[in-house]
């Protein structure tokens, strides 16, 4: 009997060692845990088409690209808009250089037409009284 004894005591803890333990469910985010103990617990997919300059690169060397990148961006944006109001001041300068030469154009005219009428009132008024018209 004392054979017994060992041999179902060896057999007792010998299932046991061979029995795989099942996992503790994990808290997926997302619902990414299966919850059977025989499958692997899935993790984030590897980035693995990038090249590898840019899978080394951290989240800080990626942020200061970035902030580098957008203020390039801003400069050149600001550049654009000078550039816009520059040739917009050039163009109403032109604007403004016509309308003021039409504007001397058409009071020349006036002047010339008002000088002929006045001219041609004097003439009037030195013939009636030189009496040279009649």
Do not use: C, F, Y
């Given at each position: 009997?004392?054979?017994?004894?060992?041999?179902?005591?060896?057999s007792s803890t010998t299932p046991?060692?061979?029995?795989?333990?099942?996992?503790?469910?994990?808290?997926?985010?997302?619902?990414?845990?299966?919850?059977?103990?025989?499958?692997?617990?899935?993790?984030?997919?590897?980035?693995?088409?990038?090249?590898?300059?840019?899978?080394?690169?951290?989240?800080?060397?990626?942020?200061?690209?970035?902030?580098?990148?957008?203020?390039?961006?801003?400069?050149?944006?600001?550049?654009?808009?000078?550039?816009?109001?520059?040739?917009?001041?050039?163009?109403?300068?032109?604007?403004?250089?016509?309308?003021?030469?039409?504007?001397?154009?058409?009071?020349?005219?006036?002047?010339?037409?008002?000088?002929?009428?006045?001219?041609?009132?004097?003439?009037?008024?030195?013939?009636?009284?030189?009496?040279?018209?009649?």
């Amino acid at each position: 009997m004392s054979e017994a004894g060992p041999s179902t005591a060896t057999s007792s803890t010998t299932p046991s060692s061979t029995a795989v333990e099942p996992r503790p469910l994990g808290k997926g985010t997302s619902g990414r845990v299966s919850g059977k103990w025989w499958k692997e617990e899935k993790k984030p997919i590897k980035r693995t088409h990038l090249p590898p300059v840019l899978k080394s690169k951290s989240w800080e060397k990626q942020k200061e690209a970035m902030n580098r990148e957008k203020a390039i961006r801003q400069l050149i944006r600001e550049q654009r808009e000078e550039r816009e109001q520059a040739e917009k001041a050039r163009k109403q300068a032109i604007v403004d250089r016509r309308k003021a030469k039409e504007e001397k154009e058409r009071l020349e005219r006036m002047r010339e037409k008002m000088s002929a009428k006045k001219l041609e009132r004097l003439k009037k008024k030195l013939g009636r009284t030189k009496k040279i018209n009649q």
